[in-house]
Nanobody, 125 residues
Framework: QVQLVESGGGLVQAGGSLRLSCAAN????????VGWYRQAPGKEREFVAG????????YYADSVKGRFTISRDNTKNTVYLQMQVLKLEDTAVYYC??????????????????WGQGTQVTVSS
């Protein structure tokens, strides 16, 4: 089991920056993956950024490329989302997602997701 604790949300003016943190407590593995999602009022939850828990390649939604950066601190078991040049449309509740990947064979894997409690990011004009 994995417990996720998020922090760092708040109110910021358009053009400003925020850094979100997600601390993962419990069983983690280099096979797993971690990501950030967001949900704005009246909209579905959407992918923002992701990366393998072991590090390496990062992935971003087109809407945040060049402005957001996902990173991880091994020593703290924490993943970050650095958000810059924030826009009004970035306003949402941001969620951390941890995916446990179990490898059954060379062609079969299964996944199980854990979600953080969410942290509100509000961008004002």
């Amino acid at each position: 089991q994995v417990q996720l604790v998020e922090s760092g949300g708040g109110l910021v003016q358009a053009g400003g920056s925020l850094r979100l943190s997600c601390a993962a407590n419990g069983r983690t593995s280099s096979n797993d993956a971690v990501g950030w999602y967001r949900q704005a009022p009246g909209k579905e939850r959407e992918f923002v950024a992701g990366m393998p828990w072991s590090g390496g390649r990062t992935y971003y939604a087109d809407s945040v490329k060049g402005r957001f950066t996902i990173s991880r601190d091994n020593t703290k078991n924490t993943v970050y989302l650095q958000m810059q040049v924030l826009k009004l449309e970035d306003t949402a509740v941001y969620y951390c997602r941890y995916t446990i990947v179990t490898v059954h064979s060379s062609t079969k894997t299964s996944e199980y997701d854990y979600w953080g409690q969410g942290t509100q990011v509000t961008v004002s004009s």
